[in-house]
């Protein structure tokens, strides 16, 4: 029997895809899904970039303090974790929620 060690499974609907990893066949389950919302993740970036930009931050500047690269989350190229997504709120001194509230003011 022929195994296949990867499969992507693309769904493309309103800017929003799946990607789903499975394990040999012989398995037959998936090991990570992970849903993309391109319009949040921009949203999301602008925040970001406005919280760093109004205290006079560089990016690395950001990555001394907290060891996170957010030049890849600010230009909306990578989907981020919450726990991350917290750091960074410490970091510039925001809750999640006012955070998130800057994120639908948008």
Known sequence: MQLFYQLILKII?????VIAEALPTSHLHIVMAQLRDKI????IAI????LRENEGLTQEAVYNDIYIH????ETAKTNLSISTLSTICKHFKISLSDFFKKVESL
């Open 70 to 73: 957010i030049g890849r989350i």
């Open 40 to 43: 949040l993740l921009r949203k």
């Open 13 to 17: 609907n309103n800017d929003k895809y």
């Open 47 to 50: 925040v970001i970039k406005e």
